[in-house]
């Protein structure tokens, strides 16, 4: 397995978590007496859609458990170890960046 991703497991993740997207923003998009579970097509969405969540979690689960992989002896790669630490300072930036308290950074001072 190396360094490679297993893509059919990313793929099924993301389509995971768009039904998951799509199902949170159904109700604003369809006029409610036109979604009624108990008819074609919105049967087949609503238990697909039923399955989103375990299949989120459980490949998300497969994918961590594969990216925590180890040598033999317990210790992890140096470029694996700096690769995490990115990542992690990425997705710190970013979740930051979602609530930043200003609409640029001139405007800090009058927050």
């Known amino acids: 397995m190396g360094g490679t ?3 059919v497991l990313d793929a099924v993740k993301v389509f995971a978590m ?3 997207m799509q199902g949170h923003t159904l109700d604003s998009l369809v006029l409610a007496d036109q979604l009624d579970i108990s008819r074609f097509p919105w049967i087949v ?3 697909i859609r039923g ?3 375990p299949i989120f979690l459980t490949v ?3 994918l961590f458990t594969l990216t925590l992989r180890r040598r033999d002896n317990g210790s992890m790669q ?4 700096k690769q995490r630490v990115r990542w992690a300072g990425v997705l710190m930036l970013i979740g ?3 609530v930043f308290p ?3 950074v001139l405007d800090l001072p009058d927050v």
């Open 5 to 7: 991703r297993l893509t």
């Open 18 to 20: 768009i039904m998951m």
């Open 45 to 47: 969405w609503f238990h």
């Open 51 to 53: 399955a989103t969540a």
């Open 60 to 62: 998300s689960g497969i």
């Open 78 to 81: 140096p470029a694996q170890a």
């Open 96 to 98: 930051y960046l979602l």
């Open 102 to 104: 200003a609409a640029n």
